[in-house]
């Protein structure tokens, strides 16, 4: 399972362009996004995206991720999370002593009492 994670984290920046990849991800806070290169400017940010540059106040911003990189990461812990919810949800399910599936189904044994 997690050689498929790896695989498909190593295909996603195979097939994302080198400039996303460089690129800070700013994400202003009624939802519009900017891609570029930040530069700090005390209480704004100068963005220089491929259309040019722009500028903007940082309390209007609602995150800022530095690479997609740091997106993948995110990304792979709240699949590695959504797992466990899955598994821990499942197992209380399936080892319920009031649960009887029907015939016609076919559990895994997941159950270590």
């Known amino acids: 399972m997690k050689s498929i994670g790896l695989l498909a984290i190593i295909i996603l920046l195979l097939v994302i362009p080198d400039y996303y990849v460089l690129s ?15 530069i700090d400017e005390g209480d704004k940010i100068k963005i220089t995206t491929q259309d040019g540059e ?11 991720y530095k690479d997609a990189t740091t997106i993948i990461k995110e990304i792979t812990n709240i699949l590695t999370e959504t797992k466990t919810l899955i598994y821990s ?17 076919h559990f895994p ?3 270590f009492l």
């Open 24 to 38: 800070e991800i700013v994400i202003l806070k009624d939802g519009g996004k900017y891609i570029g290169t930040i």
């Open 54 to 64: 722009i500028t903007v106040k940082k309390e209007r911003i609602k995150a800022i």
């Open 89 to 105: 949800v499942t197992h209380t399910v399936l080892c319920n002593p009031l649960f009887k599936p029907s015939p016609a189904h």
């Open 109 to 111: 044994k997941i159950c």
